[in-house]
C-alpha cells in the first residue's frame, strides 16, 4: 500500500461527478475565437501592449531576479504603481505578483486573530483564502446583504473589523452594493476591502470600477484591489489605498515580502494598456455593449459587465457543451463546482471590446446549435 493510492480513488469520483479537469492548451496557430479568457478590452495581443512588454524585457531581462524589497523592484513597477493609482484615484499602490497574492497579502495583513471579517458569500476563492490565511474570525453572509454585513459588525464589540466583497462577481458579472456596503462599514468603524479584478476597464467612468462609479475613489478605510491579467492583458495584481496602507503591505505582506517581484514585461505590457485605456475610454462601453449583444442572440440575462452566465445545471452536460463549442471553433468557459454552487453548472462567455458583430454572430450560432444538442 502506498500512502498515497487515496489519489487514484479520489480521481475517480471526480470523474464521476464530472468534476475532473484537464487544461485547454491553446497553440498560436489554433482557429479558435477565444470567449473563454477575461481579456475584456482585447488588449493582451495588441500591438502596443506586446511592445510595452518587449521594451521591458530589453531594459531589464526576462525576470525581476528577487524580491521586490532586494532587487525586484524595477522603475517599471513604481511608475505603474503611480498611474494605476492616478487612474482609479487613490493614493498609491502596490504590485503584487498575481490577483491571488495581492488579496491574501491585503486581507491577512490587515487583521489577524481576535479580529473580524465579514465575507460576501460570492468572494472570489483568493479572498476567501485571504480570511483563513488572516486567522480573524469569518463572518459569511449572503451575496449583497447590506443588512447581514450591518448586523454582523454590530456584534464586533470593538475589535478591529474589515468586510471583503468583489465589485463585480467573477462567475455572472452581477455587481456588489459597494456604496451600501462603504456606508455601513464606516458607520461600524470597520474598513472595507473590494476586489474590482472584474471591474477595471470594464465599468465605471473610462473604466476605473465600481469604487469610481460610487464615487468612492480614494475615500477613507477603503481598499482596492485588482489585476493586471484581464482588461490589462498581462499578469500581476495591485493592492490600492492610501500611502500608510501602502508602507504597511510593504513592511507586513507576506506575498510581497517574500515572493519573487513582477516580472519587468509583464509591467511594461500593463501599464501600456493602461495608457490605451486612457486614452480610450469607450472601451468599457464597447466591452458592455457586446457583453449585451451576446447575451440576447445566446438567451442569457442582461449583463451588468463583461460576463454572459449561461446555467445548464449537470456538469457532464456544460462539459459537452463546451467541448462540442469548441470541436466547432468557439471556445468558451466552463464553470463547475466548487466554482460554482451545485446545480448550477454552466457555460460562462466573456465579451471583449474588439469583436464585431459577425464574431458574435458566430459565437451564438454554434452556442444555440449545440445546447439543443445537450439539453435535447
Known amino acids: 500500500m502506498s500512502a498515497l493510492d487515496w489519489l487514484e480513488t479520489a480521481a475517480a469520483e471526480r470523474e464521476r461527478a464530472g468534476l475532473h479537469r484537464d487544461p485547454i492548451v491553446r497553440r498560436p496557430d489554433a482557429d479558435l475565437l477565444n470567449l473563454a479568457s477575461n481579456d475584456y478590452l482585447g488588449l493582451s495581443a495588441d500591438p502596443r501592449v506586446v511592445d510595452g512588454a518587449r521594451a521591458a524585457l530589453t531594459a531589464f531581462g526576462a525576470g525581476s531576479t528577487a524580491s521586490r524589497l532586494v532587487v525586484g523592484t524595477t522603475s517599471l513597477h513604481i511608475d505603474f504603481e503611480d498611474d494605476l493609482a492616478d487612474f482609479t484615484g487613490f493614493a498609491a499602490g502596490l504590485c503584487f505578483s498575481s490577483g491571488y497574492l495581492a488579496n491574501v497579502g491585503a486581507i491577512s495583513s490587515l487583521v489577524g486573530r481576535g479580529d473580524l471579517i465579514v ?17 480573524a474570525e469569518v463572518v459569511v453572509v449572503d451575496r449583497g446583504d447590506v443588512a447581514a454585513v450591518d448586523a454582523a459588525l454590530a456584534g464586533a464589540a470593538g475589535r478591529r473589523a474589515l468586510v471583503v466583497t468583489d465589485s ?20 461600524r468603524g470597520a474598513a472595507l476591502l473590494v476586489d474590482e479584478a472584474h471591474a477595471l476597464g470594464v465599468r465605471g467612468p473610462g473604466g476605473a470600477g465600481v469604487i469610481a462609479e460610487a464615487g468612492l475613489s480614494g475615500a477613507p478605510d477603503l481598499v482596492m484591489t ?16 492610501s500611502r500608510s496602507l501602502r508602507t504597511h503591505l510593504i513592511d507586513t505582506a507576506r506575498p510581497f515580502i517574500f515572493d519573487t517581484g513582477l516580472n519587468p514585461a509583464a509591467v511594461g505590457g500593463a501599464h501600456a494598456a493602461l495608457r490605451i485605456l486612457r486614452h480610450d475610454p469607450g472601451l468599457p462601453d464597447r466591452v458592455r455593449a457586446n457583453a449585451a449583444m ?50 448550477t453548472s454552466r457555460l460562462r462567455i466573456t465579451a471583449r471590446a474588439d469583436l464585431d458583430e459577425s464574431a458574435i454572430e458566430r459565437v451564438a450560432a454554434v452556442v444555440n446549435r449545440h445546447r439543443q444538442e445537450v439539453t435535447a
Open 226 to 241: 485588482t489585476v493586471m491579467s484581464k482588461s490589462l492583458g498581462t499578469q500581476g495584481g495591485v493592492v490600492l489605498g
Open 294 to 343: 451576446i447575451a440576447r442572440e445566446c438567451g442569457g440575462e442582461e449583463p451588468r459587465a463583461a460576463v454572459v452566465s449561461l446555467i445548464v445545471g449537470d456538469p457532464h452536460r456544460a462539459v459537452d457543451w463546451a467541448a462540442r463549442c469548441r470541436a466547432d471553433g468557439v471556445l468558451v468557459g466552463c464553470f463547475r463546482p466548487p466554482s460554482v454552487p451545485a446545480g
Open 168 to 187: 463585480v462577481y467573477s462567475i455572472d458579472g452581477e455587481v456588489a452594493p459597494v456604496a451600501e456596503l462603504y456606508a455601513v462599514a464606516r458607520a
Open 119 to 135: 465575507s460576501d458569500a460570492g468572494a472570489h476563492a483568493s479572498l476567501i483564502d485571504g480570511c483563513r490565511l488572516s486567522r
